[in-house]
């Protein structure tokens, strides 16, 4: 099923991720895909917070490929921006971390994952002009 919203500000982004974050089960992967500055971060902000999560623990570091927060899950947020080889993503070991029981897990710049993950909800942010982004999920 796809559902496009419209959100005009990064707060209405969140609300929006919060929405749907309330709504995910443990094991369940959400793959976000967009430029920089579309808004990927500010979205897993909003999945925390429907966690029970501090949303302000949500940030991009730079040298940080993976960060794991505790909720009511324990949601695992990964960049693969500066992930550029396959091998390096390979190394994350992704499936074995997912594998635990009670994890939810966001990936931003997902396009760079080598194979598709099965079941998985994507959330593609694009920019429509000034603070309106289109944000487009997909869910199996
Ligand atoms: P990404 O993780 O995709 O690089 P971030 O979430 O870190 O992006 O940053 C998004 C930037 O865009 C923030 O500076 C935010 O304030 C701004 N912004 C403006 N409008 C929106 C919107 N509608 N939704 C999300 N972010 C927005
Ligand atoms: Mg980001």
């Known amino acids: ?13 969140v609300d929006l991720a919060c ?28 999945i925390a917070r429907a966690r029970g999560i ?33 091998a390096a993503i390979d190394d994350l070991g992704l499936d074995e971390l997912a594998a635990a029981e009670g994890t939810i897990v966001a990936i931003e710049w997902a396009e760079r994952l080598p194979t598709p993950v099965e079941g998985a909800i994507t959330v593609t942010i694009e920019d429509a002009g000034g603070d309106t982004r ?6 199996p």
């Open 54 to 86: 501090d949303p302000e623990a949500v940030t991009s570091p730079t040298f940080v490929l993976i960060q794991e927060y505790r909720g009511d899950v324990t949601l695992l947020h990964i960049d693969l921006y500066r992930l550029e080889s396959r």
């Open 134 to 139: 289109r944000i487009t999920i997909d869910a």
């Open 19 to 46: 929405r749907l974050g309330s709504e995910l089960r443990p094991g369940a992967w959400v793959l976000l895909r967009g430029d920089l500055g579309a808004g990927k971060t500010a979205f897993i902000r909003g």
């Open 1 to 13: 099923m796809r559902q496009t919203y419209l959100t005009s500000s990064e707060q209405d982004t």
